[in-house]
């Protein structure tokens, strides 16, 4: 078994109700905590779709 081979995390089983839901909540602070962090870098690693104008033709629309 190699290092890479290992889970990241390890959840824990059988939680109470209370306990999942600490978790949860954690997880969420957690996550909401590294996109302020790295949000511009996220941004600027995105590939961008250019923006839609109003003259732009609509390509969803067949013709008629």
Known sequence: MKPNDLP???LP?????EDAT????????????LERHYK????RRMPQSPIPTDDS????????
């Open 8 to 10: 990241l995390v390890c």
């Open 13 to 17: 089983l059988g939680l109470c109700e």
């Open 40 to 43: 511009a870098e996220y941004i």
């Open 57 to 64: 033709p609509n390509t969803d629309d067949p013709p008629f």
């Open 22 to 33: 600490t978790l949860l909540q954690f997880l969420y602070n957690l996550t909401e905590a």
